[in-house]
């Protein structure tokens, strides 16, 4: 059975990494910097950098964070999604749970203020 991936604002992923996708163009600029004020994005490899890459794939952010491909996502997305998970077109974005109709959406980590 086919799991859904629906975001908040009614888009239906077809699958986890099309829902972080989602998010990362919702929430990430086109200048890639986050509201921490410092530039998340993959850095390309130095061109005089002739090691090899490693296996498995080791994703470094230009603030300096490494990861495999699926930590670096959730990096990604833990410096861009705000804490209301309002998108750059002021709808909110987050896991939808689509056989939950009435759940209050809890949002993690973060309570009233
Ligand atoms: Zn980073
Ligand atoms: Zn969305």
């Given at each position: 059975m086919m799991?859904?991936?629906?975001?908040?604002?009614?888009?239906e992923?077809?699958?986890?990494?099309?829902?972080?996708?989602?998010?990362?163009?919702?929430?990430?600029?086109?200048?890639?910097?986050a509201p921490d004020g410092r530039v998340h994005a993959e850095k390309a490899r130095d061109a005089d950098d002739d090691r090899p890459a490693a296996v498995p794939l080791i994703l470094t952010c230009r603030c300096g964070f490494t990861a495999g491909i699926d930590g670096f996502d959730r990096h990604l997305l833990a410096v861009f999604a705000p804490a209301?998970?309002?998108?750059?077109?002021?709808?909110?974005?987050?896991?939808?749970?689509?056989?939950?109709?009435?759940?209050p959406e809890p949002i993690p980590g973060k309570a009233a203020e």
């Open positions: 799991t859904q991936h629906l975001c908040t604002c009614g888009y992923a077809g699958g986890p990494e099309d829902l972080v996708v989602h998010f990362g163009e919702m929430f990430i600029p086109a200048d890639d910097v209301d998970r309002i998108g750059r077109d002021g709808k909110q974005h987050a896991p939808a749970a689509p056989a939950s109709p009435q759940s």
